[in-house]
């Protein structure tokens, strides 16, 4: 099994500054991608940010210039800075990951969200 659990969010005025962060833990043999998705109220989940095994980096336009995607190897984590807070990037944020496991299976997993709201 793996997880992905999620930390870092949390209420900030607008043009603040937050960090979340996701460590994938368990059965991993190499992990394939990680990412970060969102959902705004009443809006559909949608991409933020992704980071593929070579470093390769995809941003939503809305968050590019704004928001950095990172990674740390050596602890299966993934981080989001996110400088320029607006209130439209009040929303849930959940980690993505595609991991293959110790079956060597490629899966998709997601973990638990975590609250962002920006707002004075």
């Known amino acids: 099994q793996v997880q992905l659990v999620e930390s870092g969010g949390g209420l900030v005025q607008p043009g603040g500054s937050l960090r979340l962060s996701c460590a994938a833990s368990g059965s991993i043999f190499s992990i394939n991608t990680m990412g970060w998705y969102r959902q705004g109220p009443g809006k559909e989940r949608e991409l933020v940010a992704r980071?593929?095994?070579?470093?390769?980096?995809t941003y939503a336009d809305s968050v590019k210039g704004r928001f950095t995607i990172s990674k740390d190897n050596t602890k299966n984590t993934v981080y989001l800075q996110m400088n320029s807070l607006k209130p439209e990037d009040t929303a849930v944020f959940f980690c993505n990951a595609e991991i293959y496991d110790s079956s060597i299976i490629l899966r998709n997993y997601w973990g638990q969200g975590t609250q962002v709201t920006v707002s004075s």
């Open positions: 980071i593929i095994s070579g470093g390769g980096t």
